[in-house]
């Protein structure tokens, strides 16, 4: 069979390489052509096209830069005929709806929470710390704490440090225990299971409303809850004690100083004596109040009550084991 000579302008490739035919289209061995970039001479239209694409990446960064300089002149013309606000007015919260603000931040619901949380440190820090002029309302507080938890409903520290500033007594804080109740209470809603939003629930009551007895409740619950520690039950007790219901108080007692640990056994022992307490002082006040003058009593560990001055009541001494009673020792306000 007759072979096909190659088409004009193509290489050939036979067997061995070194007697390879270049065609003239071939870069390698040859010398550069008319249409090769390498060999040669620019012509007076490639200078112009560089020159003309130089030139307009020059204006566009000219451009950029001037509207840099107009921007920041504009903002500073702002700040100086119109500046901000040293504090926080509640029309400066443009979207009060957690609804719509879901809806508005598609998919970046938790990016969108986390700077909500932090309006919500800036706007607290900024009414606790403001200037004495200006009347401290909290307004924006609970609406940027809502905004938060329900565009990540899981955000635990948002519930539970929002309702610590939500409960602080004003004018350190608005002063709205409900409210931070409402807010723990959205908690549990989207985490039943969550012991630390009902332990904290238990505290508002405690502190802020001195609901013995709903805190007492909130106490029991949380300790039920799973991963709860086991001091909540005691705590609950001592509260119901201190509310003034005793029998709640010693039964729950009863039941831990059965409990496996020794700590929590040692601890009932010495709650049910100050039970135990409560119940002679409260017998020596009425023996007064009918008209006697019973003698000074020993507590049950043995050590003699002392007088209170103030109100004539029995006391616990400070050198008892029993001191101090549920209630004898409060937290300042």
């Known amino acids: 069979m007759t072979p096909v000579p190659p088409a004009p302008g193509l290489k050939t490739r036979p067997t061995e390489d070194t007697d390879r035919v ?95 949380w932090i309006r919500t440190l800036q706007h ?89 007895t709903a805190a007492a409740d909130a106490f029991r619950r949380a300790s039920e809850m799973p991963g709860a520690p086991n001091w909540l039950r005691p705590l609950a007790a001592v509260t119901l004690a201190e509310g003034g219901h005793r029998s709640a108080s010693r039964a729950m007692w009863e039941q831990l100083a059965q409990a496996e640990e020794e700590w929590l056994r040692s601890s009932a022992t010495l709650r049910l004596a100050q039970l135990d307490a409560m119940d002679v002082m409260e017998a020596w006040r009425r023996a007064r109040t009918a008209g006697l003058r019973p003698a000074v009593p020993l507590d049950p560990s043995g050590t003699p009550f002392e007088v209170d001055p103030a109100t004539g009541d029995l006391v616990v001494s400070k050198a008892s084991h029993l001191f101090p009673m549920p209630g004898q020792i409060q937290v300042p306000r």
């Open 22 to 116: 270049f065609g003239p289209g071939d870069n390698a061995g040859r010398a550069s052509g008319p249409g090769d970039d390498a060999g040669r001479t620019s012509g007076p239209g490639d200078n112009a096209g560089r020159v003309f694409r130089s030139g307009g990446r020059a204006v566009t960064f000219g451009a950029a830069v001037l509207c840099l300089g107009a921007a920041v002149g504009v903002r500073a013309a702002g700040d100086r005929w119109a500046p901000a606000p040293d504090v926080d007015v509640p029309g400066l919260l443009y979207v009060r709806s957690p609804t719509v603000a879901r809806r508005a931040v598609l998919g970046y619901a938790g990016t969108a929470a986390d700077v909500y």
């Open 124 to 212: 607290f820090g900024q009414e606790r710390l403001s200037p004495p002029g200006h009347v401290r309302t909290y307004a924006l507080l609970y609406p940027l704490l809502d905004l938060t938890t329900t565009l990540d409903p899981y955000f635990s520290i948002a519930y539970r440090f929002g309702a610590i500033f939500l409960g602080e007594p004003f004018p350190d804080g608005p002063g709205r225990p409900d409210l931070a109740i409402a807010l723990l209470q959205k908690g549990l809603a989207a985490q039943p299971a969550k012991w630390q939003y009902m332990q904290d629930l238990g505290f508002v009551y405690y502190w802020h409303l001195r609901d013995y």
